[in-house]
């Protein structure tokens, strides 16, 4: 256990529609990231959030987008689903300072 | 893109050290080699971390070579629930966090 949840757990959606997914950061974690993880590939950096501002952003399109609020959870939003939107999207925790991450269980999205 | 190579699988019997090797020639001297593993239907779950110093930990030790150019996860007994995927990552240091940047990982079977 590592004090991060996110729900859902699973999700399906039709292409086209929005999604927010939610992260709930380990107490005392100022900065959140989010990946995304297709089958059989790595997680890839979407963005991170610190201090409720995005401070880094990895190659994803601006339908990608996320909150952070001022108790440290966030929220990605992602609009006008395609197929290959389908993944495994993780939330990750840390303090400030290269400090190691700790990740959500994921939230498995699969658009059809 | 990923700045560490790493062996698509490795087998390991169960109780028997397993090495995981990790190639990253092009390392900077601000870089850390951070290990990340993810168990089947988990999120990423940290391992180790080091500069350019031996580490160990309670789960596992960090050799880093003398050149920084590669470096090996040792898990002295494996047991089954150490099946898993391992990621070598190399992150650079600087006051604020970086994205952790996961490539495909090296799948670690332990057999019995």
């Known amino acids: 256990e590592t004090g991060v949840t996110q729900s859902p757990t699973h999700l399906i959606k039709t292409r086209g529609q929005q999604v927010t997914l939610r992260c709930s950061s380990q107490?005392?974690?100022?900065?959140v990231s989010w990946y995304q993880q297709a089958l059989g590939q790595g997680p890839q950096f979407i963005f991170q959030?610190?201090?409720?501002?995005?401070?880094g952003r990895g190659n994803f399109p601006p339908r990608f987008s996320g909150l952070q609020f001022p108790n440290y959870s966030s929220e990605l939003n992602v609009n006008a689903l395609e197929l290959d939107d389908s993944a495994l999207y993780l939330c990750?925790?840390?303090?400030?300072?290269?400090?190691?991450?700790?990740f959500g269980q994921g939230t498995r999205l699969t658009v059809v | 893109d990923a700045k560490t190579t790493q062996p698509t699988s490795m087998d390991c019997a169960e109780g028997r050290a397993a090495n995981l090797p990790c190639n990253h020639s092009?390392?900077?001297?601000?870089?850390?080699v951070y290990w990340y593993r993810q168990i089947h239907s988990q999120g990423p779950q940290y391992i180790i971390h080091?500069?350019?110093n031996n580490e160990t930990n309670e789960m596992a030790s960090l050799i880093i070579t003398e050149d920084r150019k590669s470096s090996t996860l040792i898990l002295p007994h494996a047991t089954l629930r150490d099946t898993a995927v391992y990621y070598c990552?190399?992150?650079?240091?600087?006051?604020?966090?970086?994205?952790?940047?996961f490539g495909k990982g090296t799948r670690l079977s332990v057999i019995a």
């Open positions: 092009t390392i900077s001297g601000n870089e850390y």
């Open positions: 990552i190399v992150r650079v240091v600087r006051s604020g966090n970086t994205p952790l940047v």
């Open positions: 107490s005392g974690h100022n900065t």
């Open positions: 959030y610190y201090r409720e501002e995005e401070n």
């Open positions: 080091g500069l350019k």
């Open positions: 990750a925790s840390s303090e400030q300072g290269n400090t190691e991450a700790f």
